[in-house]
Structure formats: C-alpha cells, structure tokens
C-alpha cells in the first residue's frame, strides 16, 4: 500500500504559478511512477503530468507543455508538479497518483494507476 497527500493548491490570478506537493508513506516510494490527474466541474479526470521512478523520463498533456513541471526526490518521498503560466482553464481539482512503475516507465492512463491522494483545488481567476 502507498498513501499519498497532495497540497499546496489555492487560489491565484491567471498568470501566477502554484507548486503542488504529494507527500508518500508506505512501500518503496522510490519504485513507483508518479503522476498528476485534474478534474474540473462536469469533466473527466485527466492527465497532466507523468514522472518515472527514476526520474529521468517525463510526460505532459499538451495543455500543460511549457508550463507546467514534474519532479520528485525519492529521499523526500515526495513528488511535485510546478506550475507557471497558468490559465482560468487550468482551474480544477488535482490529484497526485502512483503506480509501480518497472522499467522506468512513464504512465499517463488514469485506469492504471492504484493510489491516488485527496486531491488538493487550483482556481485561476481571470
């Protein structure tokens, strides 16, 4: 089992950048592939961001390129999502996400990741 929180979400003006947190306990944080979901008001829960137990291999949504970051340090056990540039679009609910992930892979279909957090709400005003 992996436990995860996410944080850091809040209310801010479009153009402005937040940085989201997920905090893991339980099994070997460090194996896994993390990654970052969003849904907003009447939508589906969709990919953001995706990135390898490593690392070293990254994926983003086209929505996000160029604004948004992925990251982690597995001595922390934590994992981040920076986001810079954002947009009244960008406004939803944010879910960090793990799945073991061997051979470093990248994974951005929601349906294959086990844990999730509570998810933590961005609103960008216009």
Do not use: H
């Not at 089992?1 to 996410?6: A, E, G």
């Not at 979901?37 to 996000?64: H, L, M, N």
């Not at 999502?81 to 879910?95: G, I, N, R, W």
């Not at 793990?98 to 051979?103: E, F, K, L, R």
Request: proline residues 3%.
């Amino acid at each position: 089992q992996v436990q995860l929180v996410d944080s850091g979400g809040g209310l801010v003006q479009a153009g402005g950048s937040l940085r989201l947190s997920c905090a893991a306990s339980g099994r070997t944080f460090s194996s896994y592939c993390m990654g970052w979901f969003r849904q907003a008001p009447g939508k589906e829960r969709e990919f953001v961001a995706a990135i390898s137990w490593r690392g070293d291999r990254t994926r983003y949504a086209d929505s996000v390129k160029g604004r948004f970051t992925i990251s982690r340090d597995n001595a922390k056990n934590t994992a981040y999502l920076q986001m810079s540039s954002l947009k009244p679009e960008d406004t939803a609910v944010y879910f960090c996400a793990a799945t073991p992930g061997p051979m470093n892979i990248v994974v951005s279909t929601t349906t294959l990741y086990n844990y999730w957090g509570q998810g933590t709400q961005v609103t960008v005003s216009s």
